[in-house]
């Protein structure tokens, strides 16, 4: 398998995991409370409608099929949004919980961009580096977005948490039942390689 062969795996990845967000998203500003967090994730929808058919582009500079691999990152992390959106949580604490699933699907997009670009300039293909560095650049900014609005929706969330303190909890669910197993499990692996 050569380099140019690990760009078309990498965008194949970055293709499937920008169509699910275009799936996942409007259920995410969907479950805002904050009006301007709600706005920036419509707005981030809209571009990613964008960056889907600036890598359909990417595949057709390329000569390849676009379609052929499927994220399981994008869907893991999407889960773990639609998670974010099932808390038992209101107004800017339930932002709070969008805002850290959402900040994780940018970084991964970040990631999987920076690597992408840095293949195709090393292959010479400048034409598909510009289309990549557009889209980085959306995410870059997209991020930023969710940061500062994150930063004044922590604080409320705070002042919130400061007037009901009531610690009344739900009973677990039999999802949340199977995860808090699994994260044990987790740390008793993990644990004999860190002690
Ligand atoms: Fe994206």
Known sequence: ????????????????????????????????????????????LEETKGQVLRLRQAFEILGKKATGEHCNGMEGLI??????LEKDEEGATLDVCIIGAAS?????EIAGYTASI?????????DVVALLTETLNEELVA?????GAGKVLIKQSAADSKVNEDGDKK???????????KSKEDEKKASPSIR
Do not use: C, F, W
């Open 1 to 44: 398998m050569g380099l140019r062969d690990v760009l078309i795996d990498e965008l194949r990845d970055l293709y499937s995991a920008e169509n699910q967000l275009v799936k996942a998203l409007p259920k995410m500003a969907k479950g805002a409370k904050d009006p301007s967090l709600k706005a920036s994730l419509s707005n981030h």
């Open 79 to 84: 889960e773990e949004g639609q998670d974010a």
């Open 104 to 108: 994780r699907v940018e970084h991964y």
């Open 118 to 126: 840095e293949i195709a300039k090393a292959l010479g293909e400048r």
């Open 143 to 147: 991020s930023k977005t969710l940061q």
């Open 171 to 181: 009973p677990k669910s039999a999802k949340e039942k199977t995860s808090d197993k």
